[in-house]
Protein backbone atom coordinates (compact mmCIF):
# COMPACT_ATOMS: atom_id res chain seq x y z
CA UNK A 1 0.00 0.00 0.00
CA UNK A 2 1.32 3.26 -0.95
CA UNK A 3 1.95 6.05 1.73
CA UNK A 4 -0.13 8.34 0.27
CA UNK A 5 -3.03 6.39 0.22
CA UNK A 6 -2.24 5.29 4.07
CA UNK A 7 -2.31 9.12 4.45
CA UNK A 8 -5.41 9.49 2.90
CA UNK A 9 -7.35 6.72 4.58
CA UNK A 10 -5.45 7.82 7.91
CA UNK A 11 -7.11 11.29 7.13
CA UNK A 12 -10.60 9.39 6.12
CA UNK A 13 -10.58 7.97 10.05
CA UNK A 14 -10.13 11.10 11.71
CA UNK A 15 -11.06 14.17 10.03
CA UNK A 16 -14.15 16.06 11.52
CA UNK A 17 -17.37 14.85 9.63
CA UNK A 18 -19.56 17.72 10.98
CA UNK A 19 -19.49 21.49 11.12
CA UNK A 20 -19.65 20.91 14.98
CA UNK A 21 -16.64 18.94 14.81
CA UNK A 22 -15.07 21.25 12.81
CA UNK A 23 -15.12 23.78 14.87
CA UNK A 24 -14.08 21.45 17.74
CA UNK A 25 -10.93 20.52 16.17
CA UNK A 26 -10.09 23.73 14.98
CA UNK A 27 -10.16 25.17 18.43
CA UNK A 28 -8.04 22.43 20.28
CA UNK A 29 -5.55 22.61 17.37
CA UNK A 30 -5.54 26.85 17.80
CA UNK A 31 -5.64 26.52 21.48
CA UNK A 32 -3.03 24.12 21.78
CA UNK A 33 -0.87 26.09 19.26
CA UNK A 34 -1.78 29.45 21.50
CA UNK A 35 -0.42 27.56 24.73
CA UNK A 36 2.74 26.13 23.34
CA UNK A 37 4.40 28.95 22.03
CA UNK A 38 3.74 30.76 25.11
CA UNK A 39 5.91 28.64 26.76
CA UNK A 40 8.19 28.42 24.27
CA UNK A 41 8.18 32.38 24.27
CA UNK A 42 8.88 32.60 28.29
CA UNK A 43 10.92 29.92 28.22
CA UNK A 44 13.16 31.59 25.49
CA UNK A 45 12.56 35.25 27.30
CA UNK A 46 13.82 33.43 30.46
CA UNK A 47 16.95 31.74 29.10
CA UNK A 48 17.74 35.22 26.98
CA UNK A 49 16.64 38.00 29.87
CA UNK A 50 17.35 36.78 33.24
CA UNK A 51 15.46 39.33 35.20
CA UNK A 52 12.87 37.38 33.75
CA UNK A 53 13.52 34.30 35.97
CA UNK A 54 10.37 34.38 37.94
CA UNK A 55 11.51 31.43 40.26
CA UNK A 56 11.39 32.61 44.09
CA UNK A 57 13.84 29.90 44.83
CA UNK A 58 16.34 31.40 46.90
CA UNK A 59 18.90 28.81 46.40
CA UNK A 60 19.61 30.29 42.67
CA UNK A 61 20.94 33.36 43.78
CA UNK A 62 22.73 32.00 47.00
CA UNK A 63 24.51 29.69 44.67
CA UNK A 64 25.99 32.60 42.61
CA UNK A 65 27.33 34.19 45.85
CA UNK A 66 28.80 30.23 46.58
CA UNK A 67 30.22 29.96 42.74
CA UNK A 68 32.55 32.97 42.89
CA UNK A 69 36.20 32.59 43.22
CA UNK A 70 38.89 32.54 46.10
CA UNK A 71 41.60 35.02 46.15
CA UNK A 72 42.92 33.36 49.38
CA UNK A 73 43.46 30.07 49.98
CA UNK A 74 43.81 28.18 53.24
CA UNK A 75 46.71 27.58 55.66
CA UNK A 76 46.12 24.06 55.93
CA UNK A 77 46.42 24.09 52.14
CA UNK A 78 49.85 25.45 52.58
CA UNK A 79 51.22 22.94 55.18
CA UNK A 80 50.56 20.14 53.13
CA UNK A 81 53.88 21.04 51.02
CA UNK A 82 55.49 23.61 53.53
CA UNK A 83 55.24 21.35 56.63
CA UNK A 84 59.41 22.73 57.32
CA UNK A 85 58.08 26.61 57.59
CA UNK A 86 55.11 25.37 59.33
CA UNK A 87 56.62 23.71 61.99
CA UNK A 88 58.90 26.73 62.34
CA UNK A 89 55.75 29.11 63.03
CA UNK A 90 54.09 26.87 65.28
CA UNK A 91 57.68 26.52 67.81
CA UNK A 92 57.11 30.52 68.45
CA UNK A 93 55.55 33.64 69.20
CA UNK A 94 54.22 33.87 65.36
CA UNK A 95 52.21 30.77 65.94
CA UNK A 96 48.90 31.16 64.85
CA UNK A 97 49.44 33.56 62.23
CA UNK A 98 48.39 32.71 58.46
CA UNK A 99 50.37 32.69 55.65
CA UNK A 100 48.76 34.66 53.66
CA UNK A 101 48.75 37.71 56.76
CA UNK A 102 52.60 38.39 55.13
CA UNK A 103 52.65 36.25 52.00
CA UNK A 104 49.59 37.72 50.46
CA UNK A 105 46.71 36.00 48.54
CA UNK A 106 48.10 32.88 47.58
CA UNK A 107 45.11 30.96 45.80
CA UNK A 108 47.13 30.54 41.98
CA UNK A 109 50.24 29.54 43.77
CA UNK A 110 47.84 26.81 46.17
CA UNK A 111 46.62 25.78 42.66
CA UNK A 112 49.54 25.44 40.98
CA UNK A 113 50.32 22.88 43.44
CA UNK A 114 54.06 20.89 43.29
CA UNK A 115 54.35 22.68 39.78
CA UNK A 116 54.58 25.85 41.64
CA UNK A 117 58.11 27.55 41.84
CA UNK A 118 59.75 31.03 41.79
CA UNK A 119 59.42 31.47 38.07
CA UNK A 120 55.53 30.56 37.23
CA UNK A 121 54.13 31.52 40.76
CA UNK A 122 56.22 33.85 42.80
CA UNK A 123 55.36 34.44 46.47
CA UNK A 124 56.14 37.88 48.20
CA UNK A 125 58.71 38.37 50.52
CA UNK A 126 57.34 40.67 53.10
CA UNK A 127 58.76 44.02 53.07
CA UNK A 128 59.58 45.55 56.06
CA UNK A 129 56.16 47.54 55.88
CA UNK A 130 54.48 43.96 56.59
CA UNK A 131 56.53 43.74 59.66
CA UNK A 132 55.76 47.59 60.66
CA UNK A 133 51.97 47.07 60.19
CA UNK A 134 51.65 45.04 63.12
CA UNK A 135 54.33 46.38 65.37
CA UNK A 136 54.66 50.19 64.87
CA UNK A 137 54.03 51.37 68.22
CA UNK A 138 50.28 52.90 68.57
CA UNK A 139 47.78 53.28 70.68
CA UNK A 140 44.99 50.92 70.90
CA UNK A 141 46.83 47.70 71.08
CA UNK A 142 47.07 45.40 73.69
CA UNK A 143 49.43 45.67 76.47
CA UNK A 144 52.47 43.09 76.24
CA UNK A 145 52.00 43.07 71.96
CA UNK A 146 55.62 43.83 71.12
CA UNK A 147 55.56 47.42 69.63
CA UNK A 148 58.87 48.95 68.31
CA UNK A 149 58.79 52.94 66.96
CA UNK A 150 60.32 52.80 63.75
CA UNK A 151 62.06 55.89 64.56
CA UNK A 152 64.21 54.71 67.87
CA UNK A 153 64.91 51.14 66.29
CA UNK A 154 67.63 49.73 63.85
CA UNK A 155 66.09 49.14 60.76
CA UNK A 156 67.58 48.68 57.32
CA UNK A 157 65.66 45.42 56.56
CA UNK A 158 63.25 43.72 59.51
CA UNK A 159 64.77 40.23 58.21
CA UNK A 160 68.38 40.80 58.30
CA UNK A 161 67.89 40.28 62.20
CA UNK A 162 64.42 38.39 62.67
CA UNK A 163 63.40 35.71 61.33
CA UNK A 164 59.55 35.98 60.69
CA UNK A 165 59.35 32.05 61.11
CA UNK A 166 60.64 31.17 64.47
CA UNK A 167 60.39 34.73 65.50
CA UNK A 168 62.05 35.11 68.85
CA UNK A 169 65.45 32.85 68.02
CA UNK A 170 67.53 36.18 66.62
CA UNK A 171 65.53 38.47 68.52
CA UNK A 172 67.86 41.29 69.34
CA UNK A 173 67.40 43.09 73.26
CA UNK A 174 65.07 45.13 73.49
CA UNK A 175 65.92 48.48 73.07
CA UNK A 176 66.82 50.52 75.68
CA UNK A 177 68.10 53.96 74.81
CA UNK A 178 66.96 56.49 71.59
CA UNK A 179 69.69 55.99 68.64
CA UNK A 180 70.39 59.70 68.50
CA UNK A 181 73.94 60.65 68.87
CA UNK A 182 74.60 56.54 69.27
CA UNK A 183 76.16 54.89 66.79
CA UNK A 184 73.82 51.88 65.36
CA UNK A 185 75.50 49.10 66.60
CA UNK A 186 74.07 49.72 69.75
CA UNK A 187 70.73 49.05 69.00
CA UNK A 188 71.23 45.35 68.79
CA UNK A 189 74.32 45.25 70.89
CA UNK A 190 72.77 47.35 73.90
CA UNK A 191 73.10 47.21 77.43
CA UNK A 192 72.04 43.59 77.89
CA UNK A 193 74.34 42.13 75.08
CA UNK A 194 73.51 40.01 72.02
CA UNK A 195 75.19 37.23 72.03
CA UNK A 196 73.31 34.61 69.34
CA UNK A 197 74.93 34.72 65.98
CA UNK A 198 73.16 36.04 63.14
CA UNK A 199 74.57 34.60 59.67
CA UNK A 200 72.98 37.42 58.28
CA UNK A 201 75.10 40.22 59.98
CA UNK A 202 74.97 43.13 57.75
CA UNK A 203 78.28 44.68 57.21
CA UNK A 204 79.46 47.30 59.55
CA UNK A 205 78.32 50.58 58.64
CA UNK A 206 80.64 53.52 58.16
CA UNK A 207 78.74 55.50 60.23
CA UNK A 208 79.85 52.87 63.45
CA UNK A 209 83.52 54.19 63.45
CA UNK A 210 83.32 54.65 67.02
CA UNK A 211 82.44 50.30 67.47
CA UNK A 212 84.62 49.58 64.62
CA UNK A 213 88.01 50.92 66.64
CA UNK A 214 87.59 48.02 68.56
CA UNK A 215 85.10 45.35 67.18
CA UNK A 216 85.78 44.31 63.54
CA UNK A 217 82.84 44.60 61.69
CA UNK A 218 80.48 41.42 62.51
CA UNK A 219 83.40 40.01 64.32
CA UNK A 220 84.76 41.32 67.59
CA UNK A 221 85.02 40.38 71.81
CA UNK A 222 82.58 38.32 73.05
CA UNK A 223 83.07 39.96 76.44
CA UNK A 224 82.32 43.80 76.88
CA UNK A 225 85.64 45.07 78.29
CA UNK A 226 83.81 48.64 78.77
CA UNK A 227 80.81 49.73 80.98
CA UNK A 228 77.39 49.01 78.90
CA UNK A 229 76.32 51.71 77.00
CA UNK A 230 73.27 53.12 77.92
CA UNK A 231 71.59 56.85 76.96
CA UNK A 232 71.20 59.96 79.24
CA UNK B 1 -31.27 4.74 52.34
CA UNK B 2 -35.07 3.76 51.52
CA UNK B 3 -37.15 6.23 53.84
CA UNK B 4 -35.78 9.89 55.16
CA UNK B 5 -37.03 10.80 58.52
CA UNK B 6 -38.08 14.07 58.89
CA UNK B 7 -37.76 16.12 62.00
CA UNK B 8 -41.34 15.09 63.91
CA UNK B 9 -40.36 11.50 63.62
CA UNK B 10 -42.72 11.07 60.25
CA UNK B 11 -41.07 8.95 57.32
CA UNK B 12 -41.22 10.00 53.90
CA UNK B 13 -41.99 8.32 50.77
CA UNK B 14 -38.20 8.40 48.39
CA UNK B 15 -39.50 10.03 45.15
CA UNK B 16 -38.36 8.70 41.79
CA UNK B 17 -35.86 10.18 40.34
CA UNK B 18 -37.06 12.30 37.85
CA UNK B 19 -36.18 10.48 33.96
CA UNK B 20 -36.57 13.83 32.87
CA UNK B 21 -32.98 16.02 32.38
CA UNK B 22 -33.44 18.38 35.34
CA UNK B 23 -31.08 20.49 33.70
CA UNK B 24 -31.83 21.85 30.54
CA UNK B 25 -28.30 22.23 29.49
CA UNK B 26 -27.34 18.38 29.74
CA UNK B 27 -27.96 16.92 26.34
CA UNK B 28 -28.50 13.65 26.08
CA UNK B 29 -25.59 11.56 25.02
CA UNK B 30 -27.39 9.69 22.04
CA UNK B 31 -27.76 13.61 20.77
CA UNK B 32 -24.42 13.45 21.29
CA UNK B 33 -23.43 10.40 19.28
CA UNK B 34 -22.71 12.98 16.12
CA UNK B 35 -20.29 15.01 17.22
CA UNK B 36 -18.38 12.05 19.08
CA UNK B 37 -18.45 10.25 16.16
CA UNK B 38 -16.86 13.37 14.50
CA UNK B 39 -14.29 13.43 15.85
CA UNK B 40 -13.70 10.36 17.26
CA UNK B 41 -11.08 8.05 15.67
CA UNK B 42 -10.21 4.05 15.87
CA UNK B 43 -8.25 2.31 18.17
CA UNK B 44 -5.50 2.19 15.80
CA UNK B 45 -5.28 5.98 15.58
CA UNK B 46 -5.38 6.47 18.63
CA UNK B 47 -2.53 4.33 19.70
CA UNK B 48 -0.66 5.62 16.43
CA UNK B 49 -1.66 9.34 18.21
CA UNK B 50 -0.09 8.60 21.66
CA UNK B 51 3.40 6.75 20.30
CA UNK B 52 3.89 10.17 17.69
CA UNK B 53 3.09 12.49 21.42
CA UNK B 54 5.69 10.04 23.42
CA UNK B 55 7.58 10.54 21.04
CA UNK B 56 7.66 14.32 20.77
CA UNK B 57 7.83 14.35 24.18
CA UNK B 58 11.24 12.37 24.48
CA UNK B 59 12.66 14.24 21.36
CA UNK B 60 12.18 17.33 23.30
CA UNK B 61 13.81 16.08 26.25
CA UNK B 62 16.57 14.85 24.38
CA UNK B 63 16.51 18.82 22.57
CA UNK B 64 16.78 20.21 25.96
CA UNK B 65 19.67 18.26 27.78
CA UNK B 66 21.31 19.34 24.10
CA UNK B 67 20.54 23.08 24.50
CA UNK B 68 20.23 23.57 28.07
CA UNK B 69 17.33 26.48 27.38
CA UNK B 70 15.47 26.47 30.56
CA UNK B 71 18.31 24.90 32.69
CA UNK B 72 18.77 27.26 35.62
CA UNK B 73 21.97 28.70 35.35
CA UNK B 74 24.76 26.40 33.76
CA UNK B 75 27.63 28.53 35.48
CA UNK B 76 25.54 27.62 39.50
CA UNK B 77 27.95 26.61 41.68
CA UNK B 78 26.27 22.92 41.69
CA UNK B 79 29.40 21.32 40.25
CA UNK B 80 31.89 23.22 42.86
CA UNK B 81 29.71 22.62 46.01
CA UNK B 82 27.75 19.85 45.60
CA UNK B 83 28.49 18.69 49.67
CA UNK B 84 26.85 21.97 50.92
CA UNK B 85 24.16 21.65 53.27
CA UNK B 86 22.97 25.15 54.44
CA UNK B 87 19.96 23.54 56.62
CA UNK B 88 22.54 21.94 58.62
CA UNK B 89 24.71 25.04 59.55
CA UNK B 90 24.34 28.39 61.72
CA UNK B 91 27.16 30.04 61.59
CA UNK B 92 28.28 32.41 63.82
CA UNK B 93 31.17 35.29 64.27
CA UNK B 94 33.09 36.26 67.30
CA UNK B 95 35.33 39.63 67.06
CA UNK B 96 37.73 39.86 70.04
CA UNK B 97 38.60 43.41 71.06
CA UNK B 98 41.25 42.57 73.71
CA UNK B 99 43.01 40.52 71.23
CA UNK B 100 43.07 43.27 67.96
CA UNK B 101 45.98 45.08 67.04
CA UNK B 102 44.71 47.16 64.34
CA UNK B 103 46.80 46.33 61.38
CA UNK B 104 44.23 46.25 58.77
CA UNK B 105 44.84 43.11 57.47
CA UNK B 106 41.26 41.89 57.68
CA UNK B 107 40.32 44.81 55.77
CA UNK B 108 43.00 44.62 52.63
CA UNK B 109 42.25 40.74 52.68
CA UNK B 110 38.38 41.02 52.28
CA UNK B 111 38.58 43.62 49.38
CA UNK B 112 41.43 41.70 47.47
CA UNK B 113 38.96 38.66 48.17
CA UNK B 114 35.73 40.27 46.90
CA UNK B 115 36.76 42.76 44.60
CA UNK B 116 34.97 45.66 47.07
CA UNK B 117 35.66 49.32 45.23
CA UNK B 118 39.53 50.80 46.19
CA UNK B 119 37.83 53.87 48.06
CA UNK B 120 37.72 53.48 51.52
CA UNK B 121 33.89 54.93 51.65
CA UNK B 122 32.91 51.31 50.52
CA UNK B 123 33.65 48.65 52.45
CA UNK B 124 32.62 45.55 53.72
CA UNK B 125 34.60 45.38 56.93
CA UNK B 126 36.45 47.85 58.39
CA UNK B 127 38.50 48.81 61.72
CA UNK B 128 37.96 50.83 64.56
CA UNK B 129 40.33 52.59 66.99
CA UNK B 130 38.21 53.53 70.20
CA UNK B 131 39.80 55.86 72.72
CA UNK B 132 38.46 56.87 75.94
CA UNK B 133 40.40 59.78 77.61
CA UNK B 134 40.95 60.41 81.26
CA UNK B 135 37.67 63.08 80.99
CA UNK B 136 35.60 60.48 79.91
CA UNK B 137 34.76 60.88 76.61
CA UNK B 138 34.46 58.67 73.84
CA UNK B 139 36.66 58.93 70.46
CA UNK B 140 36.70 56.57 67.39
CA UNK B 141 38.78 56.85 64.58
CA UNK B 142 39.28 54.68 60.86
CA UNK B 143 41.22 56.59 58.97
CA UNK B 144 40.24 54.67 55.49
CA UNK B 145 38.67 52.47 57.67
CA UNK B 146 41.94 50.93 58.95
CA UNK B 147 43.17 49.73 55.83
CA UNK B 148 46.08 50.93 55.99
CA UNK B 149 46.80 50.23 59.99
CA UNK B 150 46.90 53.19 62.57
CA UNK B 151 49.37 56.06 63.37
CA UNK B 152 50.61 56.24 66.75
CA UNK B 153 47.68 58.45 68.08
CA UNK B 154 43.57 58.95 67.83
CA UNK B 155 42.96 60.80 63.98
CA UNK B 156 39.62 61.60 65.76
CA UNK B 157 38.75 66.01 65.72
CA UNK B 158 39.50 66.76 69.42
CA UNK B 159 41.11 63.49 70.75
CA UNK B 160 44.82 64.65 69.59
CA UNK B 161 46.52 65.89 72.82
CA UNK B 162 44.22 63.99 75.67
CA UNK B 163 45.83 61.76 78.36
CA UNK B 164 44.56 58.54 76.87
CA UNK B 165 42.57 56.44 79.91
CA UNK B 166 41.94 53.08 77.53
CA UNK B 167 42.28 52.77 73.84
CA UNK B 168 41.37 49.60 71.83
CA UNK B 169 40.63 48.10 68.04
CA UNK B 170 37.09 46.87 67.48
CA UNK B 171 36.38 45.38 63.74
CA UNK B 172 33.23 45.48 62.32
CA UNK B 173 31.28 43.99 59.61
CA UNK B 174 27.65 42.84 58.86
CA UNK B 175 26.17 41.73 61.52
CA UNK B 176 23.95 39.17 59.79
CA UNK B 177 20.82 39.62 62.12
CA UNK B 178 18.56 37.24 63.02
CA UNK B 179 15.98 40.24 62.88
CA UNK B 180 17.79 41.96 60.09
CA UNK B 181 16.44 45.74 59.46
CA UNK B 182 17.62 45.37 55.85
CA UNK B 183 15.23 42.39 54.77
CA UNK B 184 12.27 44.01 56.26
CA UNK B 185 12.69 46.92 54.76
CA UNK B 186 13.49 45.69 50.99
CA UNK B 187 10.82 46.93 48.61
CA UNK B 188 11.63 43.99 46.19
CA UNK B 189 12.67 41.10 48.66
CA UNK B 190 15.88 41.63 46.63
CA UNK B 191 18.05 41.27 50.01
CA UNK B 192 17.14 37.62 52.29
CA UNK B 193 18.39 35.47 54.70
CA UNK B 194 19.72 31.60 53.59
CA UNK B 195 19.01 28.77 55.76
CA UNK B 196 22.64 29.02 57.77
CA UNK B 197 22.20 32.31 58.56
CA UNK B 198 23.70 34.51 55.89
CA UNK B 199 21.91 37.37 54.62
CA UNK B 200 23.15 38.09 51.12
CA UNK B 201 21.48 40.37 47.98
CA UNK B 202 20.28 39.52 45.26
CA UNK B 203 21.97 41.72 42.35
CA UNK B 204 18.81 40.75 39.77
CA UNK B 205 16.44 42.20 41.76
CA UNK B 206 18.16 44.73 43.59
CA UNK B 207 16.80 48.10 42.05
CA UNK B 208 19.20 50.25 43.82
CA UNK B 209 17.14 52.32 46.10
CA UNK B 210 19.58 52.53 49.40
CA UNK B 211 16.82 51.75 51.89
CA UNK B 212 18.32 49.01 53.27
CA UNK B 213 21.88 51.26 53.57
CA UNK B 214 20.05 54.04 55.94
CA UNK B 215 17.91 50.84 57.32
CA UNK B 216 21.08 49.39 59.03
CA UNK B 217 21.68 50.87 62.05
CA UNK B 218 25.12 49.22 61.90
CA UNK B 219 26.53 50.96 58.98
CA UNK B 220 27.56 47.55 57.31
CA UNK B 221 26.08 48.15 53.60
CA UNK B 222 26.95 50.39 50.72
CA UNK B 223 25.79 51.00 47.23
CA UNK B 224 28.22 49.82 44.35
CA UNK B 225 29.91 52.54 42.72
CA UNK B 226 30.20 52.31 38.84
CA UNK B 227 33.99 51.28 38.19
CA UNK B 228 35.64 47.98 37.57
CA UNK B 229 35.63 46.52 40.70
CA UNK B 230 32.23 45.23 42.02
CA UNK B 231 31.45 42.02 44.36
CA UNK B 232 28.78 40.83 42.57
CA UNK B 233 29.81 42.16 39.15
CA UNK B 234 26.72 44.77 39.25
CA UNK B 235 27.29 48.15 39.66
CA UNK B 236 24.61 50.00 41.28
CA UNK B 237 22.90 47.65 43.92
CA UNK B 238 24.02 47.15 47.24
CA UNK B 239 26.45 45.44 48.64
CA UNK B 240 27.89 43.88 52.37
CA UNK B 241 29.74 41.39 53.87
CA UNK B 242 28.57 37.81 52.94
CA UNK B 243 30.86 35.96 55.62
CA UNK B 244 32.54 35.18 52.16
CA UNK B 245 29.44 32.94 51.14
CA UNK B 246 32.24 31.46 48.19
CA UNK B 247 34.62 30.06 51.08
CA UNK B 248 31.75 29.00 54.18
CA UNK B 249 30.32 27.17 51.18
CA UNK B 250 33.67 25.24 50.28
CA UNK B 251 34.52 24.60 53.92
CA UNK B 252 37.01 27.33 54.83
CA UNK B 253 37.18 30.15 57.05
CA UNK B 254 36.33 33.84 55.75
CA UNK B 255 39.30 35.73 53.89
CA UNK B 256 39.49 38.24 57.19
CA UNK B 257 39.43 35.35 59.98
CA UNK B 258 42.24 33.46 57.30
CA UNK B 259 44.59 36.45 57.37
CA UNK B 260 44.19 37.89 61.46
CA UNK B 261 47.36 37.33 62.84
CA UNK B 262 46.16 36.99 66.12
CA UNK B 263 42.88 35.41 66.21
CA UNK B 264 40.90 38.42 66.81
CA UNK B 265 38.22 36.94 64.51
CA UNK B 266 36.46 34.06 65.12
CA UNK B 267 34.41 31.92 62.53
CA UNK B 268 32.56 28.70 62.90
CA UNK B 269 29.15 26.48 63.26
CA UNK B 270 26.93 27.38 66.66
CA UNK B 271 24.81 24.58 65.09
CA UNK B 272 27.23 21.67 66.15
CA UNK B 273 27.77 21.84 69.58
CA UNK B 274 31.27 20.44 69.80
CA UNK B 275 32.52 22.75 67.74
CA UNK B 276 35.23 25.25 69.20
CA UNK B 277 32.00 28.22 68.08
CA UNK B 278 29.81 26.16 70.46
CA UNK B 279 32.00 26.09 73.11
CA UNK B 280 33.63 29.47 73.02
CA UNK B 281 30.50 30.78 72.98
CA UNK B 282 29.04 28.80 75.49
CA UNK B 283 32.34 29.22 78.16
CA UNK B 284 33.73 33.15 77.03
CA UNK B 285 29.48 34.84 76.08
CA UNK B 286 30.58 36.77 73.61
CA UNK B 287 27.94 39.81 73.60
CA UNK B 288 25.82 41.81 71.00
CA UNK B 289 27.35 44.90 69.95
CA UNK B 290 24.13 47.64 70.98
CA UNK B 291 21.99 44.92 71.86
CA UNK B 292 19.23 47.81 72.29
CA UNK B 293 19.02 48.05 68.49
CA UNK B 294 17.01 44.63 68.74
CA UNK B 295 18.16 43.01 65.79
CA UNK B 296 19.92 39.94 67.51
CA UNK B 297 22.99 39.99 65.75
CA UNK B 298 24.91 36.96 64.85
CA UNK B 299 28.42 38.51 65.02
CA UNK B 300 29.10 38.60 68.61
CA UNK B 301 31.71 40.77 70.45
CA UNK B 302 34.13 40.39 73.37
CA UNK B 303 36.91 42.46 75.10
CA UNK B 304 36.79 45.88 75.90
CA UNK B 305 34.23 46.80 73.37
CA UNK B 306 31.39 44.95 75.08
CA UNK B 307 31.20 46.99 78.28
CA UNK B 308 31.39 50.64 76.54
CA UNK B 309 29.16 53.08 77.78
Known amino acids: MKTSSRLRRFWDSVRPRTRRGTFLAAFVIAGGAVVLSGVLFAGAAMAWNPYLDFSLNRDTNAKQWAALELSFTSSATCRECHETEHARLTSATHDGIGCQSCHGALIEHAEAGAKADAATVAVAVPTNEVCIRCHTAAKGRPAGFRQIVPSQHYVSSCLECHDPHTGIANRPPVVLHPLVDLPPCLTCHGPEGFKARNQRHPEGSKDDAKCIECHAAGRGPAERDHDPAVSE | ?309
Not at chain 2, 220 to 236: H, M
Not at chain 2, 268 to 291: C, F, H, K, N, W
Request: proline content about 10%.
Open chain 2, 1 to 309: MSTQQTPDGTSVEPQPVAAAPADANLVPLVELAPAISAVSVSRRAFLGFGLAITGGLVGAAALGTLFPVFAEDASAAAPIVPTYDPSTKQWAFVVDTAACIGCGLCVAACKEENHVPEEPEYTRTWVERHTVTTDGELYVDSPDGGINGFPPESTAPGAAGKPVEDAYFMPRLCMQCVNSPCTAVCPVGATYKTEDGVILVDARRCIGCGYCVVACPYGARYLVPAGELSPSDTPGVADKCTWCYHRISRGQQPACVEVCPVGARKFGDAADPTSEMAVLIAEQQPQPYRPEYGTEPRVLYLGPVTTEA
